[in-house]
Nanobody
């Protein structure tokens, strides 16, 4: 059973930065495409970013393009999300997830972490 654990969330002022991590248990991390999603209060879970298994391709939601950077280290079984120039609308619970396809749809993702809270104050 795959387990994913997010960390790195917190409270930050607008314009600040945070780096989220997603640690994957087991030895199969490198076979999965990976993604980040977020859920704001009262809203549905939304795509943030995705990365292929080899990190050869990445994709971002328009709302975070140019500010967020997704990366992964297969040797450490860990994925990252560097978030710069944070805005209050970036507030939400951030989830990492694994998929066998490179996708922006949450329904294509099989395993999910428990989430980490990011709060951006104005």
């Amino acid at each position: 059973q795959v387990q994913l654990v997010e960390s790195g969330g917190g409270l930050v002022q607008a314009g600040g930065s945070l780096r989220l991590s997603c640690a994957h248990s087991g030895r199969t991390f490198s076979i999965y495409q990976m993604g980040w999603f977020r859920q704001a209060p009262g809203e549905e879970r939304a795509f943030v970013s995705a990365i292929t298994r080899s990190a050869g391709s990445t994709h971002y939601a328009d709302s975070v393009k140019g500010r967020f950077t997704i990366s992964r280290d297969n040797a450490k079984n860990t994925m990252y999300l560097q978030m710069n120039s944070l805005k209050p609308e970036d507030t939400g619970v951030y989830y990492c997830a694994t998929s066998r396809t490179y996708s922006i749809r949450s329904t294509d993702y099989d395993f999910w972490g428990q989430g980490t809270q990011v709060t951006v104050s104005s």
